[in-house]
């Protein structure tokens, strides 16, 4: 029997402890292979209708309303929204650290909230979870931080050694076990967080604000580890952010919330080349910077005599046959002067704004183009040498 098929029995056990007042039968071999390829095949995490409420002096908060979605087995996931968009109350509600006053959250198949105690303790032990401010116990060791939990377990000295050698060896501080946290740099911190989350060898790790306090290039090595184990290891990775470029650079698939509902979801390539919710464009803002401020200096909202059309074209990443073509803008305005770009590749699509000139003279012939609606603008004019 495989750990997988070990954890679902485990979990549909404690699940109906207290339903069945006498011993399941044991599963057939034939059950087993089918819940096996059901688990590979089925959403490793499914919402439900999921909502939460807070009551307080002034009245009920809704932090979430009816959130339905799944997320695949392996899959990087991330979760976008302002500040109070209920981001950490989703994710919370995976290991039911929070509890959703309606709905259902599965894991496996398995309805977590119906979990008794015992059912709980096991989830979390295949659920690990790392924090923005990492969490060290400062009067211990490197390898005392990543133990603790499995000296909870009251597993064998010996066992506890190879597995914290092996964690840290994964995450690159083999040297640092002796290392006390005032010792270490943020990057390494998080990197002690990531190896204590991953001592009882879990199947879905969660992520919360986990570069939020660290640099860029330091973030940068935390989210190459993190693809590292989500391939090596097939963890299933779910992680809320405020940095859009985390997303753009780690996540296969993105959720935006706003007000505790969903606005929008799918592939991050599609959601970041043609946002459609107010509150995805908002977000995505600072990452499509549209105009450069010295160009925006000189931009005319009238044409100059002799002068020169600023033009944006947009690239969504979209393979579709009607899409712009330089080739095409060339044909019509073979003056055409690159000024700025912004293209860059999200998933193996070129996505992003790339900023031209053209003769006034030759608007006339682009109205006329068939390029597909959107994807081209007039910013403005400048002069003919600006």
Known sequence: MSVMEMNLAWLRQAAATDRAPREPAAPSRADLQADAQLADTAPHIVFSGVGKTYSGRAGQTHALRDISFGIERGRIFGIIGRSGAGKSTLLRAINMLEQPSTGHVTVDGIDVGQLNENGLV?????????????????????????????????????????????????????????????????????????????????????????TSALDPETTQSILALLRDINQSLGLTIVLITHD????????????????????????????????????????????RRELPDDLARILQPTPPAQGRAVLSVHFSGSAHPDGISLQNLLAIAPDTRLLHSSLERIQGHAQGDVLLSIPVAHLAALHHAPFPP???????????HA
């Open 122 to 210: 096991t989830l979390r032990r295949k659920i690990g979870m790392i924090f923005q401010h990492f969490n060290l116990m400062s009067a211990k060791t490197v390898r005392d931080n990543v133990a603790l939990p499995l000296r909870v377990t009251r597993r064998p000295t010996h066992d506890i050694r190879q597995r914290v050698d092996a964690l840290l060896e994964l995450v690159g501080l083999s040297g640092k076990a002796d290392a006390y946290p005032a010792m270490l740099s943020g990057g390494q911190k998080q990197r002690v967080g990531i190896a204590r989350a991953l001592v009882h060898d879990p199947e879905i790790l969660l992520c919360d604000e986990a």
């Open 244 to 287: 859009m470029s985390v997303i753009r650079d780690i996540c296969d698939e993105v959720l935006v919330l706003d007000g505790g509902e969903i606005v929008e979801q799918g592939e991050v390539w599609r959601v970041f080349g043609n946002p459609q919710a107010d509150a995805t464009r908002a977000l995505l803002r600072p990452l």
């Open 374 to 384: 959107d994807t081209l603008k007039i910013l403005g004019y400048v002069h003919e």
